[in-house]
Every structure is written in C-alpha cells, then in structure tokens.
C-alpha cells in the first residue's frame, strides 16, 4: 500500500512540470508509462482508491491528447473521450471543458469546422464558469484558428488579439509565442507579408529563449512562407530546412509535411517544378495519413499548379478535382478559391471557355465574398451616423436659434419692420433646410434598420440597438431544418453561373415565404443548403408541428416547380429535408459582422436528418415524432446509421 501511494504522489508532482511541452515524442512515451503505472495503481487500492486520482488520471489523458493532435489525431481523439468520460463521471468540469477544447482542435485538424467550433464554443463556456484564465486564453486562439480556417481573417485576427492579451496577463511565453504565430499566419493570408514576418520573429525570439523545439519549428515555417512570398527563395528554403530537421526530430509529422509543402513552393517559385512535385507528394502522403483534410486540398491545389506551370493540363485537372471536391466537402473557402482559379486557368489552356469562364465566375464571386470587408462594419456605420447627424443637426439649430434671437433683440430697432421680414425668411429657410436634414436622417435611420432586422430577429436586434450587445440563450426546446439538393454539384457543373444563381434564388425566396407564413426563423444558407427553426427566438409550443407544416409545403413546391421544369426540358432539382427537435443555443456569432446563429447537437443531427434522407421525403427524428405524430401520417425507418451519432430513429411524413 505505501508503494502505491508513493507511486501516486510520484505521478501527481510530475504532472505539475508537463504543460504543452508533451508534444515531444519522449514526454509522450513517459506519459503512456506513467498512465500504466497509474491504472495498475489504481486497481491494487480498488474501491480504497481517493476521488483525486480520477481527477490526476483525466489531466494525463489530456495532456497525452494534447501530445497526439498533430502526428496521431485518431489517438488523440480516443485520449480526448477517455478524458470525457472520466471527467464527467466525476463531475470534474475542468476535465470537461479540457476534453471539449481536445475535441475542437481535433476537428479543426480534420476540416470539421462545424463542430470544432460547437465543441471550443462548449470549452469556452464552462472556463467562463470557473473563471479559469488560461483556458479562456486557450479557447479564443482556438476560435480564431478556427475563422482563419474558414477564411474570416478579420474576425480570426481580432479574436488572436485577445488571446494574446490573457496570455500577457498570465506571463505564459508559450501561449504568447503561439499566439504571434497564429497572427503572423492569418496576416500572411491577407497579404500583410511585413506584418507578418514582424509576428512570426516575435514568436521565434520567445520560442528560442523557451528553447521549445515545437515552437521554433512552427514559426520558421511560418517565416518560410513570408519569404517564399516576398521572392527570397533561398532564404526560404533555409528556413524550411532548419523547421523540417526539428519536427522530424520530435515526430511532429504535421509540421514535417507543412515544411515539404514550403520546400515545394519555393523551388516552384525558383521554376524547378520537377523538385516542387517531389516535396507536394512528400506532403499529401503525410496529411493524408493524419487525415488534415484541409491540407490535403492544399495539396492538391499546389501539386495541380505545377502541373500547369509544365502544361500538363490532364494531371493538373486530375489533381485539382480532386482538391475541390474536399474543399467543398469540409468548406474550406481558401482552398476552394484557389481551386477555382486553377480550374479556370486549365480549362482556358484547353480551349474550353464554356468552363473556363464558369470557373473564374466562381473564383471572382468566392474572393470578393472573403476578402472584401468593406461591408463588415456597415449596418454599424449607418446606425451610428444617423443618431451623429441628428444630434449635430438638432445642436445646430438650437445655435441658429440663439444667433437669429440674439440679432433680432440688437437690430430691431434699427431696422424694424425690414429686419422682422428677413428674420423670418431666415427662420422660415432654416425650418425648411432641418425639416430636410431630419427627413434624410430618417431616411438613413430606416436603411440602417431594415438592413439590421434583413439579417437577425426584430427581438435579437431590438437588444443589440438598446444595449450594444447580444447576449447568447439556451432554449430547451426548438425544431431545426435543413435542406439540400441531391447531386447539386453535377447539376450546377451543368448550368451557368447566371442559370444557377436564378433558380437557387428562385426556391430560396419561396422557401423564404413558407417559413415566414408558418412563422420559423431563417438562420442561414450554406452553398445549395438551407437552414431555418421554429421556437426561437420568441418560444412557443407549437414549433414542431409548423417547422413539419413548412417542410410539407417546401416539398410540395419543388415538386410543382419539377413538374414546370420538366415540362421545359430542363435539369430538376430534387431536394432532401431533415427535421430534429432538442435544445440549442442562439446568438451573434462576431463582433463586426453580425450574423445570428444556432450550436449545439440538435442542429448537428438535423443536418443529419437531411443527408440520412430520402428526396421528395421529409425525414423527421425521433424527438420530432413524438410531438407530432398525433398531427401528422408517419412511416417508421427504423433505426438508420448516421455519420458520428450512431444508429437514430427516423420516419417519413406522407402529409
């Protein structure tokens, strides 16, 4: 027994000096032992065995998960849940919010980004609660990581900005050094390569006094990049090389296929392609063994250029297919528009100009939708410039009146009945010119809040007015729907860019006067997908049975609309609805370009509703059936298997 305990003290001091330098490979073999030694200690003291090893068992599990996120992510996922698992048996919240933040960068590494953001968001939530500094830290570099990836550079960078403040607070070099990083990244991306290379010498200066080997590897890669950008290719590859023999090294094998994607851009850049080829496979292969989907399409998208760049247009559009079809799998924007591009480029070589003008439509369209944020701060400006405007015109006029007051006591005398004539066809001027001003500030007043209430509820934006703010809210109980079209992609490689636009405007406006008359908020749409629910953000009771009404009738309207098409001799678009009912959260998502917004499992599952789905059908879970299936004619599926949830319960509704 006394071994035991000397065993478990052994292990709990030891733990106390791991932080995030269990990215090394000999940490994380030492933590593996220390985690035998531990269980096996745990089963001699049995039922004897203290609540705190439960709690010292859950910090090893994740910092193991920590050590696996960039060369075993599978791994890592399989410690984050054991990490879960005991946590949450124990009521031990730091061990939760420590598993969910696992969760988010495990699935920000594979391109999930809608659940890397559920599962930070869920982090952040319980540090908030137990006002833990660093995970708080922590939790908005994940978020920003995570909007950089999505190609929000603006909202990445302001959320990078805000760690690196806490991290300041709490005097944590690494968390700062990571941070510059981070930033250096999502400027680079802007194309702020001064700026960028700035942050990422801040990060390698604080990186080599820490001597953190992972740290320095990252940040020279980071600094290869600004230099392959800036055309100093050797100085590039010097930086590459110093990056690849470190992460090598400490087995870091996502930072070792980072630096051949880096050796490959240089030496495309110095025109040797034949290298570039040898270092982008190198770093597909790697990639695609962690399955980094995003940086598979990254890939692909570097190997398909240089294979234009040797004009062999067969490989490079084999190739970058392929890249645009994981982009758009996981909604990588970044990666999507560089593949447009190339695609367009290809095309144009081969003399099809149908497609190729298809394609750069497609990449104009995407790169102004990423990369201009001219219109991110709008609502915000027309608002605060008509209360300015009314406060400086209602100023001036109590100026003018003062003034005409004060000439009319002076002169009156003087120039009696001549001067009370022009004063009053001064007055009578200035009445007509605010009358003006206050009509235009109305005017601007009114754009300002139908643009405001076009994009969030009349209640979400009453608050935002009123206070400044938004606060998020958890509803019990709300229903969610998605749509999709079947076999879109193949369909719109079909149509023109103006033929696609008018008929996806054409069903969204009516699906727009459907949830509107069955009184269901509209969320977002996604590419060809649409997202509504019912319950929020006024709560009723009657939210499943309108959101079931609403899909009958959105089902009912293509299938008329097929019917029309048809008729034409035109492709028809077949549609798939999903229906879940279950609690979320709802709220603002940024600070500078609004956006209402819904998280949490229900919405996850009610997307799986829709893909799990049958078209022309509306596929309801389980949750739904039960509050409607005295309203409507259901048919049970049984129990159908659905992507990372298992087998659910799911039935059609015929009316």
Not at 378 to 399: C, F, G, R, S, T
Not at 438 to 458: A, F
Not at 614 to 637: A, P, Q, W
């Amino acid at each position: 027994m006394k071994r035991i305990f000397i065993l478990f003290f052994t292990i709990l001091c030891s733990l106390f000096t791991i932080h995030c330098a269990a990215q090394e490979k000999h940490l994380i073999d030492s933590l593996e032992t220390m985690l035998k030694n531990f269980d096996a200690a745990k089963k001699e003291l049995g039922i004897k065995a203290p609540r705190m090893m439960d709690t010292v068992k859950a910090n090893i599990l994740y910092q193991l998960g920590l050590g696996n996120i960039d060369g075993n992510p599978d791994k890592a996922y399989d410690y984050a849940n054991q990490c879960w698992t005991i946590s949450e048996s124990i009521n031990y919240k730091e061990g939760v919010a420590n598993a969910y933040l696992l969760f988010g960068w495990i699935h920000r590494r594979k391109g999930n980004f809608n659940d890397a953001l559920d599962y930070s968001s869920k982090s952040l939530t319980i540090y908030v609660e137990l006002k833990n500094k660093k995970g708080i830290a922590n939790c908005t570099r994940s978020l920003g990581g995570i909007y950089g990836d999505q190609g929000n550079f603006p909202m990445a960078i302001e959320e990078f900005h805000k760690a690196l403040k806490m991290f300041e607070e709490l005097g944590d070099k690494a968390g700062i050094a990571a941070t510059y990083n981070n930033i250096g990244s999502n400027l680079y991306a802007e194309g702020n390569y001064e700026e960028a290379l700035k942050n990422d010498k801040e990060a390698l200066k604080i990186s080599e006094e820490l001597n953190n080997k992972r740290g320095i590897a990252y940040t020279q890669n980071s600094i290869g990049e600004v230099y392959t950008k800036l055309g100093n290719y050797p100085e590039a590859i010097i930086n590459y090389s110093l990056s690849l023999k470190i992460s090598e090294e400490i087995g870091d094998k996502y930072s070792t296929a980072f630096n051949y994607n880096g050796i490959g851009e240089a030496n495309a850049g110095r025109g040797n392609q034949d290298e570039a080829l040898v270092s982008y496979l190198a770093a597909l292969k790697i990639f695609d063994e962690i399955g980094d989907k995003k940086d598979i399409a990254v890939s692909y998208n570097r190997i398909a250029e240089s294979y234009i760049k040797q004009n062999k247009l067969k490989e490079a559009l084999d190739n970058e297919a392929k890249g645009l079809d994981i982009a758009k799998e996981i909604g990588a924007k970044n990666q999507l528009i560089a593949a447009y591009k190339n695609l367009a480029l290809v095309y144009s070589k081969m003399k099809d100009f149908k497609d190729a003008f298809a394609y750069e439509a497609l990449y104009t369209e995407l790169k102004d939708s990423v990369f201009n944020n001219a219109n991110e701060n709008k609502i915000a400006q027309l608002q605060m410039k008509a209360d300015y405007d009314k406060k400086e015109v209602l100023a001036k006029d109590a100026q003018d009146k003062k003034d005409a007051l004060h000439s009319l006591t002076n002169y009156i005398l003087i120039v009696g009945l001549f001067l009370l004539f022009s004063v009053a066809l001064f007055i009578y001027g200035r009445y007509r010119l605010i009358n003006k001003q206050k009509e235009i500030i109305q005017i601007e007043k009114d754009r300002s809040e139908n643009l405001l209430l076009n994009i969030l509820p009349s209640k979400v934006a009453k608050e935002l007015k009123d206070e400044g703010k938004a606060e998020a809210r958890h509803y019990d109980m709300v229903t969610v729907m998605f749509t999709d079209f079947k076999d879109f992609t193949m369909i719109a490689e079909q149509l023109t860019p103006a033929q696609l636009v008018e008929e996806i405007h054409t069903c969204f406006s009516a699906f727009d006067n459907i949830i509107h008359k069955h009184k269901i908020e509209k969320i977002k749409t996604i590419g060809d997908a649409y997202m509504c629910a019912g319950g929020l953000p006024e709560t009723n009771s009657t939210h499943a049975e309108d959101v079931v009404k609403a899909a009958i009738d959105i089902r009912d309207f293509m299938a008329n609309h097929n019917k029309e098409k048809l008729a034409k001799g035109q492709l028809l678009f077949e549609i798939r609805i999903g229906i879940n009912t279950g609690p979320v959260v709802a709220g603002i998502v940024g600070v500078k370009k609004f956006a209402y917004d819904i998280w949490g499992d229900t919405v996850n599952l009610a997307s799986r509703m829709e893909s799990s789905g049958k078209e022309g059908e509306v596929n309801i879970s389980g949750s739904t059936y039960e509050l409607v299936k005295d309203k409507f004619t259901c048919s049970h599926r049984g129990k159908i298997e659905t992507k990372n949830k298992g087998e659910v319960d799911m039935y059609f509704v015929s009316n």
